[in-house]
């Protein structure tokens, strides 16, 4: 299974370590998997959050030790013990799940924040434990990194979460910029858009760049993996920029050109 499909896996998979290879995809298949479950086929609401639930039942279960039959469950369980990893950021991922079925606005940034929190910010803890490689200051990076790559999967994605009847441009910002619901669909740039697309832009970097020296302190490839993976979400910023924030007709993302530039400024980091 390729580990670097799922958009909030902060991994770049060359660079994993063979020893975690079984691990990672172990967390992955369970956070593929919810996400699915909240965001694709055409199930109704209601039937997407039983199936949550259930999720959530089964992590339960494997809190109290009980032997899973499913085996993506079983496999998760086996790496809950050997790395004797926490189970709330998994039922976080799924909390963030469930709001996806019901949650299609954000009325601020603080709103969209705690989202990210549960969204975004469980993969890089569940990382930094397979590592072992926690404490206070790294985490808190870990998070601003995390939240950061959500955001601008986000802003790189308007078109696509319009589409799925989703905005995750925080209402108080499409109002201070002038912007409507309405122009959005349409994929109008005119206006206040560019201002909010600049505005959210820097948002990201700022985050980015606030947890960027978590790489520098991490020791062999999963430093050396966090770098690519900040300079990559920078570039992906600079591709909106250079689109001049027009993200219905120009998807920014990162072309094979861009990792050369990104491998220099990883080494240069």
């Not at 189970?87 to 924040?113: C, E, G, H, I």
């Amino acid at each position: 299974m390729a580990v670097d499909h799922y958009e909030n896996f902060p991994v770049a998979s060359f660079l994993l370590p063979r020893r975690l290879v079984p691990a990672v995809e172990a967390i992955y298949a369970f956070a593929r998997s919810a996400d699915d479950l909240a965001d694709e086929g055409d199930a109704a609401p209601g039937e997407r959050l039983a199936a949550l639930a259930a999720y959530e039942s089964a992590l339960d279960a494997i809190g109290r030790g009980e032997p899973q039959a499913d085996p993506m469950f079983a496999r998760l369980a086996a790496v809950v013990a050997q790395y004797r990893l926490q189970l709330q950021p998994m039922r976080d991922l799924l909390s963030a799940f469930k709001q996806d079925v019901v949650t299609p606005r954000y009325a601020d940034y603080a709103l969209l924040l705690d989202y990210c929190r549960r969204s975004a910010n469980p993969v890089g803890r569940l990382m930094l434990a397979l590592y072992d490689c926690i404490d206070a200051t790294r985490l808190r990076e870990s998070d601003a990194i995390c939240t950061a790559l959500q955001l601008i999967n986000f802003w790189q994605d308007v078109a696509i979460d319009i589409a799925k009847g989703r905005i995750y441009i925080p209402q108080e910002d499409l109002v201070r910029f002038g912007v409507t619901e309405d122009q959005i669909m349409r994929g109008d740039t005119g206006g206040g858009w560019r201002a909010l697309m600049a505005f959210e832009v820097e948002r990201a970097r700022a985050l980015m760049l606030k947890g960027a020296g978590l790489p520098l302190r991490l020791p062999g490839r999963i430093g050396w993996e966090l770098r690519m993976v900040v300079q990559g979400g920078l570039r992906i910023l600079e591709a909106i920029e250079q689109a001049d924030c027009d993200v219905f007709r120009h998807r920014p993302k990162l072309a094979a050109g861009d990792w050369m530039t990104i491998a220099w400024r990883a080494m240069r980091m």
